[in-house]
């Protein structure tokens, strides 16, 4: 047994599940506050906060284990109904799992000693705790039982580990000091099994224990100590007569310094108690044992592991292409089975390809569910009461695409709340619900994927825009443009119309960025917007970066690919139509349109064949600048090409997305528009809607 | 001359490997020993089942253990219920 296995591979488990745990408390406690949430709800974020107390302590990280602990504590009284919500309750918790998250940050980058809880977190965690003590038994009528049965009793608990409690992640230290918590407690430890140090392995767990413990609290309380721990330990818990208690051991440093009871209870039989097992299956929440019975489950996967098999498959569609070719060539008598057994390699390859990139796929609602917790908070802060509606977490989208698309969509969010969305009272005044609405949808067109951000708020005021864009010296006040080129200058570094700069969004940065981020995705965005109903983001995206669908080139003796999503048409050009604008930019008419055209064989730096225009092809692409004209030799197939990283296997090349290799074995390099247009030094402010009309 | 041996600060499961391998040679050698756990600053079950399974055999062949604890490991040991057996060992609790 090496430490590095522990250090390491568990470490990331920890992390890992930590990371889980985190995101179902967060989930839990804004169904809890919406005042959606049920007690399975309340049951599940407080087994998630018992888990990381659990692995934190494995792992000594005593801030957690203390800042969860306390978490657990006031989750543990709403569990019991001694406690009822509240929204300070809410976000006291939540501010908890934001100090979680930034002590697990660290212990991520590889540090064992997380910041300290902070005190006042700790303090507010504790008030709520304790007023809840003071309040519960009188004042408060609960819900549940468990709280008529205030009495003290005494428990007999044996507590027999397995041997590998230990090494799966508990520590019989924490369960005991779990049980002082509950009451008075007497320890007595058994080292019956406990073999000589030279046959010890101290990472097993040898000892055991019989614990005799006053306490208010309900057999359920104690079972459910070692709720996480039933299957790794042989455990009994009796319940016996008041009258039988033994005075606390002096040396049991229990928290809570109670005498055992003087006066019995007069109903409290010394009835053996079942032990938890059963007792969680006949108790009020019998989903707990099942809970994972209607989920398909899912493994974790090493993303190098998947991306190794990404790369075979790789090789597959390429030995595929080559066969392909090869029996267009090969003779006739041999033709139809090789024709016949192609078509069979290539459906196997298509569907093993489309199985294994399914491996990469993640639901978007991963990057959704930190959304509801985003708003709520801003609207607190603003004032504003906004709903979120989401709608097709379940659609897939490829792993590095959706943590791209991550930060993005949380800013379109933000700014949407925080721009869109107008306060109450303004809302009411424009007959609108108090209650403003954000909603975000994702889901399949075709071969990508759409998400829409929309918001019911008060839209963009076009005017104000134009203005504002005026004033930055970006559109001559004289300029004519439409109102989809005005919408668009949202997107322009610099530019933010938010009256007040406050310090969630409404600096300026932002937009521009966001959809920089979209487009290196291969993906775009659009904004649509009425004035007093609302704004409509839409964003497409492809579902993957390691296949697209290209569509291939010839400039002089080399092939190229262009990808397929950012072909708009492609035309036979005349020259007629071309003007020179000097310093070698030359723009093409295309109908009502200026279109800035590039001779992709001169940047490049190839010896084309076409030297008149009539001789080759133009294909109009997307570019960030807007449509641009690309000059080539002649247009060849379209397929799909696996993308190979130049950064990777070579280096960084300007105007070049990456690489792949064709069919017939050659290599082919994939144009990368956006590079290509900044090579040429086409300029994105003259045309903000990337064409810009003509006068005539 | 007593042996000493100085635990590390953290006594948890990921590192009780060490130390175990430590205290068995200390076994297989003469004398007393002392067990300096006055840094431990953490501990879980395994370091102080290794601390409880070392005094054991140590006292199994008539030799004593000089424990000083830290007053983390005072503390678990008062928890998982060996402070008494482990009393004898146990340096004089500094007045606080």
């Given amino acids: 047994m090496s430490n590095g296995l522990f250090s390491g591979q568990l470490r990331n488990i920890f992390i890992e599940e930590t990371d889980d745990g985190l995101e179902l408390m967060e989930q839990g406690l804004l169904q809890l506050d919406a005042g959606t949430g049920d007690s399975d709800v309340v049951n599940s974020v407080f087994r998630a906060a018992h888990s990381i107390k659990g692995g934190g302590g494995t792992f000594g990280l005593t801030p957690m284990v203390q800042l969860t602990h306390h978490a657990e504590s006031l989750l543990d009284q709403i569990r019991l109904g001694t406690r009822s919500w509240s929204s300070e309750i809410g976000s006291a918790l939540l501010s908890a799992i934001d100090e979680l998250r930034s002590m697990l940050e660290t212990v991520r980058n590889g540090s064992d000693a997380p910041p300290q809880p902070s005190s006042e977190l700790l303090a507010r965690l504790e008030s709520l705790t304790d007023a809840a003590f003071g309040a519960a038994p009188n004042s408060e009528p609960s819900p549940s039982p468990k709280v008529e049965v205030a009495t003290e009793k005494q428990f007999h608990i044996d507590f027999s580990p397995h041997a590998d409690l230990m090494a799966t992640g508990n520590d019989p230290l924490l369960l005991l000091r779990e049980l002082q918590r509950l009451g008075s407690v007497h320890v007595t430890c058994c080292d019956e099994r406990l073999p000589p140090m030279e046959l010890l392995d101290p990472r097993d767990c040898h000892l055991t224990w019989t614990v005799r413990l006053s306490t208010i609290s309900t057999v359920e309380d104690v079972q459910e100590v070692f709720a996480w721990v039933e299957d790794e330990c042989d455990l009994e818990i009796r319940e016996e007569p008041a009258v039988d208690a033994a005075p606390p051991a002096p040396d049991a440093e229990a928290p809570v310094a109670e005498t055992p009871a003087t006066a019995p209870a007069a109903g409290a039989a010394p009835a053996p108690v079942q032990p938890p097992k059963d007792a969680s299956a006949a108790s009020n929440e019998p989903s707990r044992p099942k809970k994972t019975s209607g989920d398909p489950g899912s493994i974790r996967v090493g993303i190098e592991k998947v991306d190794a098999l990404v790369d075979m498959v790789g090789e597959l569609v390429i030995t595929q292409s080559m066969l392909s070719q090869l029996s267009r060539e090969s003779d006739a008598s041999r033709l139809e089975a090789l024709r016949a057994g192609v078509q069979q390699l290539e459906r196997n390859t298509r569907e093993l390809q489309e199985g294994v990139m399914r491996m990469r796929m993640l639901p978007i609602g991963v990057v959704f569910a930190r959304l509801p917790r985003l708003v709520r908070d801003l609207g607190r802060q603003l004032g504003k009461d906004v709903e979120l509606i989401t709608t097709g977490e379940t659609t897939e989208l490829d792993k590095t695409v959706l943590e791209k698309i991550s930060d993005p969509l949380v800013h379109l969010v933000r700014n949407s709340v925080d721009h869109g969305i107008e306060g109450a009272d303004r809302r009411q005044t424009l007959g609108k619900p108090a209650r403003g609405t954000v909603e975000i949808t994702a889901s399949h067109r075709g071969g990508a994927v759409l998400i829409e951000i929309r918001d019911d708020g008060g839209g963009i005021d076009v005017e104000r825009l134009r203005a504002k864009a005026v004033e930055r010296g970006l559109i001559a006040p004289s300029d004519e443009l439409e109102r989809a080129a005005l919408l668009d200058l949202i997107f322009h570094p610099g530019l933010s119309t938010a009256e007040a700069v406050s310090d969630i969004s409404g600096r300026g940065v932002g937009m521009d960025v966001v959809r920089r981020n979209i487009r290196e995705l291969g993906g775009s965005i659009e904004v649509n917007s009425t004035p007093g109903e609302g704004t409509r983001l839409t964003i497409r995206l492809p579902l993957t970066l390691a296949i697209l669908d290209g569509q291939l080139f010839r400039l002089g003796a080399q092939t190229y690919v262009l990808p397929l999503v950012s072909v708009i048409e492609s035309l036979v050009p005349h020259t007629t139509r071309l003007s020179a604008l000097g310093a070698g930019a030359e723009v093409y008419r295309l109908r009502d349109s200026f279109i800035p055209l590039l001779r992709l064989s001169k940047l490049y730096g190839l010896p084309g064949d076409a030297r008149r225009l009539e001789d080759g092809l133009l294909i109009v692409t997307e570019s960030p600048q807007g449509p641009v004209g690309l000059f080539v030799d002649e247009l060849l197939g379209q397929q799909q090409v696996v993308i190979k990283s130049m950064e990777t296997n070579f280096g960084r090349v300007d105007g070049v997305a990456g690489a792949t290799i064709l069919g017939n074995g050659s290599v082919a390099l994939i144009a990368d528009v956006p590079s290509l247009t900044r090579l040429h030094g086409v300029s994105p402010s003259r045309a903000p809607n990337g064409a810009q009309h003509c006068a005539a | ?96």
């Fill in chain 2, 1 to 96: 001359m007593a042996a000493t041996y100085t635990c590390p600060p953290e006594l948890m499961i990921s590192k009780v490997g060490d130390l175990h391998d430590r205290l068995v040679e200390a076994l297989q050698a003469e004398g007393d020993v002392i067990v300096d756990a006055s840094a431990v600053e953490r501990i879980d079950g395994a370091g102080l089942q290794l601390l409880y399974a070392f005094a054991k055999d140590l006292a199994k062949s008539q030799r004593s253990l000089h424990l000083n604890p830290s007053p983390v490991v005072r503390d678990a040991l008062a928890a998982a219920g060996l402070t008494d057996v482990m009393s004898h060992t146990l340096a004089e609790e500094p007045p606080s």
